[in-house]
């Protein structure tokens, strides 16, 4: 019956919502298994109302070093000390020299399962030395050839990186339409010109065009509808936009469905066919082919 117990406490602990054990009910075994090891006789017997309900049937020392270890366990829980109030003074005791020697400071002191765990958060630094590790094993290699193999491919993944050519175009383009804006609605020599070469509508009187803000009233009559219908189109971008992500969410449209991304992964697993094709496209996905900096600098913990 005490391993049935254990097994049951460790489960429990195991679960994390529910490491709300109650500890009076530990000790109360502990303390009666206790007793019981200690007393002159080797059995005890109980009979109705006098047996306890928590006493098994055999009990070892092993059993007591079980039950000890997971009430340790279990008051040493951050979750168990703050529903309780209780203070732990041993805090400090696994912060030891020696275990702050063994910290690593950068993504080539770590070992593999660290590494994998980071690259699949999307840390581009682990995933540039997953890239390393699996090019060494590929190529039965050092960490220096290694490297100078992951630089032809950082290189060559630069290349590649004229597939954003046109996101560059679009922001050239939202950033002068702009800027260009101002001066096309407010600005009278400038709008006079505009509406002479591709308007030629009625020129107001000049005490009507006294103030920026009448200028802008006159130019509003051929401003406003390509600039209603340019809002009004993204809008609806913005909308459809929106139902993607809501469908990628459901599962019906896979994750990561960009196009020029997937091109540019693409080409860069296709140019080096004999390393792993999903650590090319992780790799290729997290990259900034321009600056070499990672998309997702906020989690960026070590340097490579």
């Known amino acids: 019956m005490i391993g049935h117990v254990c097994k049951s406490i460790r489960t429990t602990r195991a679960s994390s919502c529910n490491l709300i054990i109650p500890a009076i009910m530990h000790r109360r075994i502990l303390n009666y298994h206790q007793r019981t090891i200690t007393s002159s006789s080797t059995t005890t017997t109980r009979s109705g109302s006098n047996k306890d309900e928590f006493a098994p049937d055999n009990v070892t020392e092993s059993d007591i070093a079980d039950l000890q270890e997971e009430q340790d366990h279990l008051e040493l829980s951050p979750f168990y000390r703050n529903k309780n109030n209780i203070s732990n003074k041993n ?41 390393k590790r699996h090019i060494m094993a590929v190529d039965l290699v050092d960490y220096d050839t290694a490297t100078t193999t992951f630089e032809e491919i950082k290189d060559y993944h630069r290349w590649v990186g004229i597939l954003s050519f046109p996101y560059t175009i679009g922001v050239g383009l939202a950033l002068t ?29 000049a005490k009507d065009l006294e103030t920026p803000l009448e200028v802008g009233i006159w130019s509003w009559r051929w401003m406003e509808p390509p600039i209603g219908q340019i809002s009004f189109f993204l809008l609806c971008l913005q909308y459809a936009r929106r139902q993607i992500m809501n469908l990628q969410s459901l599962g019906t449209i896979p994750q990561g469905s960009n196009i020029v991304m997937t091109l540019r992964a693409r080409q860069l697993a296709q140019k080096f066919p004999r390393y792993n094709a999903r650590i090319l496209r992780e790799f290729s996905f997290t990259d900034n082919v321009f600056t070499h900096k990672p998309f997702f600098s906020n989690i960026q913990i070590f340097r490579v």
């Open 177 to 205: 339409a702009g800027f260009a804006s101002y001066p096309l609605i407010f600005h009278l020599p400038t709008v006079e010109y505009f509406n002479e070469v591709y308007v030629t509508t009625t020129v107001p009187d």
């Open 91 to 131: 805090d400090t005791m696994f912060v030891t020299l020696e275990n702050v020697k063994e910290m690593p400071l950068s993504a080539i002191e770590m070992n593999n399962d660290d590494l994998i765990v980071l690259a699949a958060m999307q840390n581009h630094l682990a995933r540039i030395e997953v890239l």
